[in-house]
Structures are given as C-alpha cells and as structure tokens.
Nanobody
Framework: QVQLVESGGGLVQPGGSLRLSCVASGFALDYYAIGWFRQAPGKEREGVSCISNSDGSTYDADSVKGRFTISRDNAKNTVYLQMNSLKPEDTAVYYC?????????????????WGQGTQVTVSS
C-alpha cells in the first residue's frame, strides 16, 4: 500500500525557515516523480517544487525560486522541502505527492498518490 506522510509544518515569522519531510512507504521513491504542492484557502492547489523521474531534474515554481529547495534521501525513502525566507503568501497546507508514470511533475492533477498535508502559517 502506497502511503505518504508529511511533517514539519508550523507557525513561523516572515523571513524564517521550515523544513518539511515526506516519508514514503509501500514503494521506492527513487523510481517515482515526487512533488510538493500547496493549497491556500479559496485557491487551487499549485505546484511548488518537484523531482522528475525521467532524469532526476528538479523544478520550482517561479514564486519560490531561490527560496525553496526540494531534495530526496533514497536511503530514508524521504523527500524534503527546505523553505527559507518565508513570506505570508506562503501560508497554505502543503502536500507531497508521488506517481510512477513519466509526468510533468509540477502539475498536481497528474498525481495519483497524496499525503494528508501539513499546515504552514507565516505570520508575525
């Protein structure tokens, strides 16, 4: 059974940092496209950062370039999202997702497997 469990969310002041973790079970992450997505109240779910399973390339949304970094630890079957210089507009529920197909990895509707999400709130 494929399962993804996110952790690491919380309340942080603007300019602060958080690191989100996504632990996978039931499959090996290194063969899957992996993405981090977020959804703020009243908004659609959007892609934040991802790792392609075609060549391991990473992609970031323009809104987080230079601030967020996605990485993967295959030994721990875990994907991370390091978030620096956080802004109030980064406030959202953050989800990780995985899919074994070759997909455009920043598009949320391509993914079949999702975690339950973790809340990130950036506020002073």
């Amino acid at each position: 059974q494929v399962q993804l469990v996110e952790s690491g969310g919380g309340l942080v002041q603007p300019g602060g940092s958080l690191r989100l973790s996504c632990v996978a079970s039931g499959f090996a992450l290194d063969y899957y496209a992996i993405g981090w997505f977020r959804q703020a109240p009243g908004k659609e779910r959007e892609g934040v950062s991802c790792i392609s399973n075609s060549d391991g390339s990473t992609y970031d949304a323009d809104s987080v370039k230079g601030r967020f970094t996605i990485s993967r630890d295959n030994a721990k079957n875990t994907v991370y999202l390091q978030m620096n210089s956080l802004k109030p507009e980064d406030t959202a529920v953050y989800y990780c997702a995985a899919d074994s197909r070759l997909i455009p990895c920043l598009l949320p509707y391509e993914y079949d497997n999702w975690g339950q999400g973790t809340q990130v709130t950036v506020s002073s």
